[in-house]
């Protein structure tokens, strides 16, 4: 048995007669689309959830890096390699501007490094799975980032507002990245059949894991009623894993590729495809630990968080030495 979620009555958001008046005064800012800011007051929970969620997002951006990191040294021409490196930086970029908006909650950067570190917190799935081939790049951008497009552009409209501004750069920047995979697709696509076959097999091991980097089904979703109530969410995961399904299948066909599920189709009364049935036991076993590369992405965080301790001790003692300078030219 693999379902790892059970909600509980205590996952249920509870109604505006339930609360007290500090709590119904904020869920009505809230409904009436009111942004709250980080001095605003909040409910525990809420607070909790940002920083949960937000974290989370940070971390997948830096743990994100690696797998793409790894071909940087072998893209195939000059001009891709640049791309990948400013991609690859970008992620970075999204990394901190995330790290920033959780620290305006009252937790601080070192706390959340910790909690990665640690094994504490949990990344997206989809960053444990290896990058095999170039193809795989190519993969990444159009799947990965148009699935992570898909989750966060809603997330521009989230009810806190540092996290909802962080939201508009990160997403002009993701699709910026899902043009450039699937431009590597279509080059792979129009060229020899070996390169052609590439394309497809990336397809065939990137396409399930997208799928999942949405979450459990509504179903199993523990956090998704208390979220959107409190529009920290705006989907549900399956709303938006069905739009990812119904934009990507005509990509994957404008590229002669074949998506790898024999249950795919149409549903004309519906307006969108109809999917075979995802392997959640995989998804679970990932985000337990026991992904294809979780041990190895972590070890390269923390290798990277050591060899760094030096530089982050120079820091500390330059700021140490202002300060003490500031001081003697005050006294
Ligand atoms: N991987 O109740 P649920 C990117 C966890 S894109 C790992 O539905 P929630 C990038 C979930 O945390 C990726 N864990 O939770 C792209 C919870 O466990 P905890 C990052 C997952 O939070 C390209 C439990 O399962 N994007 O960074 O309501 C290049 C129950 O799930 C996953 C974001 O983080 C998963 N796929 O919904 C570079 C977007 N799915 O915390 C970088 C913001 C679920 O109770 N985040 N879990 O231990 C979200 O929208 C939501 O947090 C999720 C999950 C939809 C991901």
Redesign the pocket.
Known sequence: MYA??VKTEADRPRTLEEMDPQERAFQERIDAGIKIEPKDWMPEGYRK?LI???S??AH??I???LP?GNWITRAPTLERKAILLA?VQD?AG?GLYLYCAAETLGVSRDQLTEQLLSGK???????NYPTLTWADIGA??WL??G??IM??VP?QRCSFGPYSRAMIRVCKE?SF?QRQGYDIMMKLCQGTPEQKAMAQDALNRWWWPSL?????SDA?????AQ?MAWK??LNS?DE?RQKFVDQTVPQAEYLGLTVPDPDLKWNEDKGGYDYGEIDWAE?FE??KGNGPCNRERMAARVKAHEDGAWFREGLMAHAEKQAERRRNAAA
Do not use: C
Request: aromatic share 8%.
């Open positions: 790892q979620m959830t949960r969620q937000i989370q997002h997948s951006e743990v994100g890096q793409e991609k992620e999204h917190a949990k990344y997206s799935s989809i960053f990444i951008g990965v980032d699935a992570a989750n966060q997330l993701e990245h999942m980097m949405f979450g459990p199993e979703s523990v956090h998704s979220s920290i969410k995961n938006l998804f990932v985000i």
